[in-house]
């Protein structure tokens, strides 16, 4: 199994400025994804990181609000652009190796006031 | 499209009680199904998945799940409730992405309260 460390755990920042949030792995995944999960719901997937390539985004989620990156197999970062409070959730990364099994991090609390 | 249907937001048992935490899944493929357990302020940890083979699946902590593939249904359950279970369930159905690699789809969680 691998191991997912976030950075920062939690934060709470003004409208109208950016927050970018780490993802680190110890050992080499496939793949990473960025989940939000908004109070009292479930995990909505953002979009998915590959190393090399842009990543992918689901309905609803832009690269512009959202920018990822992924430099290699172990790290990746999501920045959330211009924060409303509307953008206030809890931000998870997940990754694989190519099994079935995702696993995943420790969350990010972010309030935007 | 997959998707998950997961009934009851929120369910109370007595702790030694049974656990029954329900789970629809919609797939136009074979599924692959997870139960994943959140407790407060902490990521998602795998309780148990379902992929091929023996549709009784074992997880963690005293949990199974069977898939049945008639009814659409992979429902969580452990025969006598702790206090440390309280936490919130998702189910989740994946699909196949490039490679070997899976996305997930979750359902829209359950939250379990063990009553002393």
């Known amino acids: 199994s691998a191991v997912i460390s976030q950075k920062p755990s939690r934060d709470i920042c003004q409208r109208g400025t950016s927050l970018t949030i780490q993802c680190q792995v110890d050992?080499?995944?496939?793949?990473m994804f960025w989940y939000r999960q908004q109070p009292g719901q479930s995990l909505t997937l953002i979009a998915t990181?590959?190393?090399?390539?842009?990543?992918?985004?689901e309905s609803g989620f832009v690269i512009d609000k959202f920018p990822i990156s992924r430099p290699n197999l172990t790290f990746s970062t999501l920045t959330v652009s211009n924060m409303s409070p509307e953008d206030s959730s809890i931000y998870l990364c997940?990754?694989?190796?190519?099994?079935?099994?995702?696993?995943f991090g420790p969350g990010t609390r972010l309030t935007v006031l | 499209a997959q998707s998950v249907t997961q009934l009851g937001s929120h369910v109370s048992v007595s702790e030694g009680a049974l656990v029954l935490l329900r789970c629809n899944y919609s797939?136009?493929?074979?599924?692959?199904l997870f139960w994943y357990v959140q407790y407060p302020n902490q990521g998602l940890q795998l309780l148990l998945k379902?992929?091929?083979?023996?549709?009784l699946v074992k997880g963690i902590n005293g949990f199974e799940a069977e898939f049945k593939k008639s009814e659409t249904s992979f429902h969580l359950t452990k025969p006598s409730a702790h206090m440390s279970d309280a936490a919130e369930y998702f189910c989740?159905?994946?699909?196949?992405?490039?490679?070997?690699?899976?996305?997930?789809?979750f359902g829209s969680g359950t939250q379990l309260t063990v009553l002393p």
């Open positions: 379902y992929t091929t083979g023996a549709t």
């Open positions: 997940s990754g694989t190796s190519g099994g079935n099994e995702q696993f």
């Open positions: 050992s080499q995944v496939t793949m």
């Open positions: 797939s136009s493929v074979p599924p692959y």
């Open positions: 989740a159905v994946s699909r196949a992405l490039s490679g070997s690699a899976r996305q997930l789809t």
């Open positions: 990181a590959n190393q090399g390539s842009e990543a992918t985004y």
